[in-house]
């Protein structure tokens, strides 16, 4: 389950979330991604839009699993998922936040 960064005043609306998944004991990412995003649009997992529509999720368990091999270096990605901005470190964070609204421009 996400855990919210609480904001002072409890009626403000919550856009800022975490959760981890233990990139030691092979936890995947992509499982607490879909978890968590689910859990705050308080839907069954299944009912959500695949993750690989918004990412590739080996490349993403590819990519953490060699990143924890390899070295002590913190490494993230960022992507779109169920409206929200999704960062993936390597250190096992997961931070979920509203999406950022994409600039238009009519050139």
Not at 17 to 37: E, G, R
Request: charged share 25%.
């Amino acid at each position: 389950m996400p855990s919210v960064d609480d904001p002072a005043d409890a009626s403000e609306p919550r856009d800022s979330y975490v959760t981890t998944f233990d990139p030691a004991v092979d936890d995947q990412p992509t499982a607490a991604i879909v978890t968590a995003v689910a859990s705050l649009v308080e839907r069954d997992p299944l009912e959500l839009t695949p993750l690989y529509d918004a990412i590739d999720p080996d490349a993403l368990e590819s990519l953490f699993d060699h990143a924890c091999r390899a070295d002590d270096a913190s490494h993230q990605v960022w992507f779109t998922y169920e409206g929200f901005d999704v960062g993936v470190c390597s250190d096992g964070e997961v931070r979920i936040s509203d999406a950022t609204p994409k600039s238009t421009s009519n050139a």
